[in-house]
């Protein structure tokens, strides 16, 4: 008897996962880490006919990429997901969710998974649209207004002129506790615009065409920022100007936020309600569905449901997104 997580066709390999070595320890953690998703699903279920499902699983997204060539071009490959594992995510999510689009969530319904993509990646028009539609998923994708004219967000500047993955992950989070000056210096020092093929956003002419295919839009401030490191008056600007800039140039006024880095904190969060945004929404929180501006999601990337053979998991996708295994969080005061 099959399992009810079983996803049809022959087995997936990742080709993010492909790019990066795993040691002989690492297979190990992944295979009991697999083993233990499964032994947990085949316990509970599935999420709808749980005692508390979780009222909203937040799914967040980057950069989609169709093979190994693309994944090696970008500095994080932790923000990237294959076209071929995001189909059978998105199968599952059909399967065993209810798709929900991110402005429409209800706090008293359960297991409404909400897709989003932060930053609005011009490749997401390309490798996720047709899967989205193939499934029949609403998605927003959460812009910065200050790419949509071709310039490159700051985390990209500083990523791309790292020597290494390993050393750009370190340097993007030392300055995203940084201030304001503390990143403009390190942008001047890596020689300005610096980029890499995937560090394309999309401009109001593609949001527009992203709009024409049934997506959302979102807020996610106008230069990506993290709000609990900025004065009052910058936190204001990041947040109602680039509400604004998407009002003027799409003619809708956005009901939900992404925080950048999915940081918030007491003054973030009121700063987004007087804004009028109806809907927040964190990264690896602390939230549990019940408070509208510090909605749950998770990051979402192939290392999170490949199994010790560099095969997409079903067990830990569906485990991980529904909070079965532990997650890192960070603190929201």
Known sequence: MKAFWTVDGPRTASCVHRSQPVGPRARVRRRLKRMAAEAMLRLQGPPLSWARPPAVVGLAYHGVVQDRAEALSYYDPHLLTSTAFFDLQMELVSRWLRPTAAGDVRLSDACQAVVGFDDAFTIILRNAIPTLHRWRIPATTYVNDATTDGACLWHDVIGSACPSPTAAYHRVRE???????????????????????????????????????????????????????????????????????????????????????????????????DAGYEFAYEVEGTGDGTDPLSLPRRNICDAMCTDEDGYFSPALFLAEITGMVPKPTRSAS
């Not at 049934?214 to 509400?243: A, F, K, P, W």
């Open 175 to 273: 300055l995203k506790g940084a201030s304001v000056r503390q990143v403009e210096e390190a942008v001047a020092a890596c020689g300005g615009r610096q980029r890499g093929p995937l560090d394309r956003y999309m401009s109001w002419d593609e949001l527009r065409k992203w709009r024409a295919e049934g997506m959302e839009v979102g807020g996610h401030t106008t230069t990506h920022y993290i709000l609990t490191y900025v004065d009052d008056e910058t936190r204001e600007q990041e947040v109602r100007g680039n509400r604004s800039a998407i009002a003027r140039n799409l003619g809708v006024v956005p009901a939900t936020f992404a925080y950048p880095n999915g940081d918030h904190d007491g003054p973030t969060r009121q700063a987004i309600k």
